[in-house]
């Protein structure tokens, strides 16, 4: 298995702009998780999806930030304008049950954003 | 709500030293108690984990013990390698599995030969 998949690696944009993260979860997994990490509050959930149905946002910083799983295979993470404050790397993470227990989250490589 | 405490980095130390990173923890349930480390540039990835008191994980050499009266789960190598240098992170999960992890802020390792 290819593990999760986020794209871009490295995205730099200017405040005010609209910037997209993507996702794609390990085929079969249920869980689907988006951290941020900063050094100052270091990794935080921002929002995770079961089935693909949100099952908890009380991370999201803003209405700025939004997020959307229209498919088992697909997640995007949208900060809509950007600020410069939004600069962190952000992590997507999956995971799903397996005889019974839940497996760990698996995490993808991040994507690290720099708003100018 | 529920929180990870761990000790602050940087650790630096020379290859085959002995390794303890602390880390404590609140929470109000019976959490499971994980290490994740995050190699540079990458994301992260389990190392060990316990799912109740006085169970031990261990993995590559790595320990921790779930202590449940001193709520703590203290990351131990009894020799440390080069290819060790990450940044480690203990992290604590209500439900009993993986869902909303809570992590501590990271120890940063760099191990020198």
Avoid at chain 1, 19 to 41: A, E, N
Avoid at chain 1, 75 to 87: V, W
Wanted: some cysteine; hydrophobic content about 30%.
């Amino acid at each position: 298995d290819a593990g999760v998949i986020q794209s871009p690696r490295h995205e730099v944009t200017e405040m005010g702009q609209e910037v997209t993260l993507r996702c794609k979860p390990i085929s079969g997994h249920d869980y689907l998780f988006w951290y941020r990490q900063t050094m100052m509050r270091g990794l935080e959930l921002l929002i995770y999806f079961n089935n693909n149905v949100p099952i908890d946002d009380s991370g999201m910083p803003e209405d700025r930030f939004s997020a959307k799983m229209p498919n088992a295979s697909f997640s995007t993470l949208k900060i809509q304008p950007s600020e410069p404050r939004d600069s962190a790397v952000y992590f997507c993470a999956s995971s799903r049950l397996t005889g019974g227990s839940r497996t760990e989250a698996f995490f993808g490589q991040g994507t690290r954003l720099t708003v100018v | 709500g529920d929180s990870v405490t761990q000790m602050e980095g940087p650790v630096t130390l020379s290859e085959e030293a002995f390794l303890t990173i602390n880390c404590t923890y609140t929470a109000t349930g019976y959490p499971s108690l994980f290490w994740y480390v995050q190699y540079p540039g990458e994301g992260l990835q389990l190392l060990l984990k316990a799912t109740k008191a006085d169970d031990k994980g261990s993995n590559k050499g790595f320990e921790a013990t779930y202590r449940k009266e001193t709520t703590s789960f203290h990351l131990e190598k009894g020799s440390v390698q080069v290819s060790d240098s990450a940044v480690y992170f203990c992290a604590l999960s209500d439900g009993g599995g993986s869902e909303k992890l809570v992590f501590g802020k990271g120890t940063k390792l760099t191990v020198n030969p």
